[in-house]
Structure formats: structure tokens, C-alpha cells
């Protein structure tokens, strides 16, 4: 998530949150540590002029998780 401070509270006690940003390899990467599926689902980002870039973006960011982790499954949706 962006901002962790906009999840409920009931939320936050449940899951683990990382906040960055799709397009942030790091931040993703972070995200998909420890787990072995990954559902990512990106919206389309309306404050950019290169959306097919943005996409590129999030693509490689979720490709370099999933090599660096133990990720089996993904599911990858876009509204492109």
C-alpha cells in the first residue's frame, strides 16, 4: 500500500503491510518476502504520460520478487 495509515485498524492487525509503490522493485520485493503466491492487481495509474511504461514498471518489479523469493503462483491483472 502507499500509505498504511489508510488501512482500518481490524486490517492492519491481520495482515503484514508494506507500503511502496507497484513500480518501486524494492518495495515489492519487500511485499512478496516469505510468501509463495502473489496476487497483484494494478490499477491504472492516471498521473502518468508513459502508462505502457508505468505497466513495464510493475512488471519487472514483480518479476524481480518473484525471482528473488520462493513465489510459485502469480496472478497478474491489469486494466490494460
Known amino acids: 500500500v502507499r500509505d498504511a495509515a489508510r ?3 481490524e ?3 491481520r495482515v ?3 507500503e511502496g509503490a507497484l513500480d518501486d522493485a524494492a518495495a ?8 509463495d ?10 498521473a502518468t504520460d508513459d502508462w505502457a511504461g508505468f505497466q513495464r514498471a ?3 518489479a514483480a ?3 518473484i525471482a528473488a523469493g520462493a513465489v ?7 486494466s490494460a
Open 7 to 9: 488501512l482500518a485498524p
Open 11 to 13: 486490517v492492519r492487525a
Open 16 to 18: 503484514r503491510v508494506v
Open 28 to 35: 515489492v520485493r519487500a511485499a512478496a518476502a516469505g510468501a
Open 37 to 46: 503466491a502473489l496476487f497483484l492487481n494494478v490499477p491504472p495509474h492516471l
Open 58 to 60: 510493475v512488471g519487472r
Open 63 to 65: 518479476a524481480g520478487a
Open 72 to 78: 510459485r503462483h502469480t496472478v497478474f491483472v491489469s
